[in-house]
């Protein structure tokens, strides 16, 4: 059983615009749940291990709700690309590589090494289109003793043909043949993946639909990330009033689905994403390398769509969500000033919520140390950011996404289990 408390600085939100903050207090874990965060222990957890963080900072681990794993290799090349390009000059002959397991497990290890030992305790991830690649990244992330989800990349059309599934009957027996291997994992659950819309016909996006219901699957994929992939879209979809409707009409739009990027949003896709309980994964870093715009995060925020972060490695250059979250504020200062001043910039408060319950909240009760909610956690020594300041603790955590890296990370739990 994993019955313990942590002693020291705790913060974790208390909505989207507060933060709990108890100094010198107890997070106690039982059995790999929270049972409580308190300022004096109650005498019922006496006999539990006592973990003694001292002045450390306590939050709960951080989701990445959208990431794309065989990209990991060419992080930061091909900056000056626009989506399109990008992808068929860098991302589509990179993924191709992976019909070879032992390239998969090569770079995939890269990958999961990475992000065992950064700020991430729960993720959503892109696999390619090779079925037996992406076990291979599941195993992987499995030993890691992460929780996350895995895809089997959807792609029949529109493609190069050294990556480009033969037929819409192929794509989705291949896809219930992952499903199937997939069941063997613990941690590390499948995920329904259409690339994009674009890159699959209406037989698999119909046909995807039918194999979520059938298996009570979650979906991820990119909702109207770049101008012109929002034009491509139309022409593919005449019959559409939005991209985001494209996917409503598939059957796809749900609380079990996430959407990456959403930059380009109309009112009906707002309103899509919220009256169905859509998922937006907010990836500021990508859409400022890749040109794509400055997404309305705060808009859908406040307005009540729900809303995470991810890193979108390789359009991202980095697995670190702290760096998501401060790019995330940045770009909504932005935002603000230039675009639309209805909707003020994010705060320490909103992006931390963002990383936290917002991008945990798709793995269930994820992202707080309130009762009930799984124990994900960081320890934090925020020591060697040098200064001659005694900062307050809400201080001290800014100071810490702003100024720290993953080297301030002293331990890691996931669903009370010790990462290290």
């Not at 973990?51 to 794993?69: E, R």
């Not at 090494?113 to 076990?135: P, V």
């Not at 819309?197 to 990119?222: F, R, W």
């Not at 890749?290 to 769509?305: C, V």
Request: with cysteine; proline share 4%.
């Amino acid at each position: 059983m994993n019955n313990f408390v942590l002693h020291g600085n705790i913060i974790y939100s208390k909505n989207a615009d507060e933060l709990n903050i108890i100094e010198n207090g107890y997070a106690v874990c039982q059995d790999g749940i929270s049972a409580g965060i308190y300022s004096v222990l109650p005498g019922e957890y006496a006999e539990y291990e006592m973990i003694d963080c001292g002045n450390k900072l306590i939050i709960p681990g951080f989701t990445d709700l959208h990431v794309h794993a065989p990209q990991y290799a060419f992080r930061s090349v091909g900056m000056d690309c626009e989506l399109l390009e990008w992808l068929e000059l860098h991302a589509f002959p990179e993924e191709s590589k992976f019909f070879d397991v032992n390239y998969a497990k090569k770079s995939y290890s890269m990958f999961v090494d990475d992000m065992k030992t950064g700020f991430t305790t729960r993720a959503c991830i892109f696999g390619t289109m090779h079925t037996d690649a992406s076990i291979v990244l599941m195993d992987l992330l499995e030993k890691s003793g992460l929780k996350t989800m895995v895809g089997k990349v959807n792609m029949n059309r529109n493609s190069p043909e050294y990556l480009c599934e033969k037929s819409a009957e192929e794509s989705l027996k291949e896809t219930e043949r992952f499903v199937h291997l997939a069941a063997q994992f613990k941690n590390t659950k499948p995920i329904l993946t259409p690339r994009f819309i674009p890159s699959c016909t209406d037989e698999v996006m119909y046909g995807l639909a039918e194999i979520m219901n059938k298996y009570d699957l979650p979906v991820q994929s990119h909702l109207s990330e770049n101008p012109s992939e929002i034009a491509w879209v139309k022409e593919l979809c005449p019959w559409s009033s939005s991209y985001g409707n494209a996917y409503d009409t598939y059957g796809l739009m749900n609380s079990k689905t996430i959407m990456a990027h959403c930059v380009h949003m109309t009112e009906e896709e707002m309103d899509i994403m919220k009256n169905k309980g859509v998922f937006a994964a907010h990836c500021p870093e990508s859409n400022i390398n890749i040109a794509s715009g400055i997404s309305p995060a705060s808009r859908m925020l406040h307005e009540g769509i729900k809303i995470g972060l991810g890193s979108d490695v390789s359009g991202g250059t980095t697995l670190s969500i702290p760096r998501a979250m401060i790019l995330a504020a940045q770009c909504s200062k932005i935002y603000w000033r230039y675009i639309d001043q209805k909707y003020k910039p994010l705060t320490l408060e909103n992006i931390f919520y963002m990383a936290t319950i917002g991008g945990g909240e798709f793995f269930g009760k994820v992202g707080s140390f309130d009762e009930g909610y799984e124990f994900d956690a960081l320890v934090l020594d925020d020591s060697t950011i040098k200064t001659t300041i005694d900062f307050k603790l809400r201080d001290r955590l800014e100071r810490t996404i702003y100024l720290g890296n993953k080297h301030n990370i002293i331990a890691k739990y996931v669903a009370g289990n010790k990462i290290f």
